[in-house]
């Protein structure tokens, strides 16, 4: 399991002078647990974050050497760095279970999409479910390798879950469907747009320096026409 190692912070403390010199304040707090400020490694909580995402359990590390399962619960980003400002930790006790989103991952591959070139459109990319946090996986999966013809769907029913692990949607909402591809039609124009834009009257380059090579050379005087003269 991963770790975040975190130290109490004083509320009185400049936040902007420790995110100046890499901490980033957060505060913990928990089912039965009172909102306590921290601070954390700014690099190491990024790193956690972007592997662990807010679904995955890892060990909250206290400084007085007491350690917690915990999930990251929210965090604020700076609107023009999208470096993390705040987090919020929220510490899982012991036999506690926790609702979360679980991301939603697409396994094999449809025949109707392989053999008919059809369309995979994903209604759903998570999930909520309630979890033992020590079972908790990081995402779940639906398999369509079934969805054989257009309109086929799966749906959260056929997501096969682990023990521990309970699915909060209904059984029957759709994760994802085939479509039938739409061909574009070829439009022609009328006869009508034709009059209109005066296709009749354009003129192409080519064959106006033709007609104007034409008219010099009909108007000159060949070589014989100078000797009769």
Do not use: C
């Amino acid at each position: 399991m991963k770790k975040l190692q975190v130290k109490k912070r004083d509320l009185k403390d400049d936040t902007n002078a420790a995110r100046e010199a890499g901490m980033l304040p957060a505060v913990m707090y928990g089912r039965d647990a009172d909102s306590t400020p921290i601070l954390m490694d700014m690099s190491t909580f990024v790193k956690l974050w972007h592997e662990a995402g807010t679904s995955t359990v890892f060990e909250l590390e206290i400084e007085d050497g007491k350690t917690q399962p915990a999930l990251i619960q929210d965090i604020d980003i700076h609107p023009v760095t999208d470096n993390p400002i705040h987090a919020d930790i929220y510490v899982i006790e012991k036999g506690q279970t926790v609702t979360v989103d679980l991301p939603i991952e697409i396994t094999g591959t449809a025949p109707a999409i392989k053999n008919k070139g059809g369309l995979l459109v994903r209604i759903l990319h998570s999930v909520e479910v309630e979890a033992d946090p020590t079972k908790l996986p990081s995402y779940l999966e639906v398999d369509v390798s079934g969805l054989a013809e257009f309109g086929s769907q799966a749906t959260i029913g056929e997501i096969v879950v682990p023990d521990g692990v309970e699915l909060l949607a209904d059984d029957e909402e759709v994760v994802v469907l085939i479509e039938e591809p739409t061909e574009l039609e070829e439009l022609e124009p009328d006869e009508d747009d034709e009059e209109e834009f005066g296709f009749d009257d354009i003129e192409v380059e080519g064959e106006k320096k033709e007609d104007e090579e034409g008219e010099g050379k009909e108007g000159e005087e060949g070589p014989e026409d100078k000797d009769e003269e």
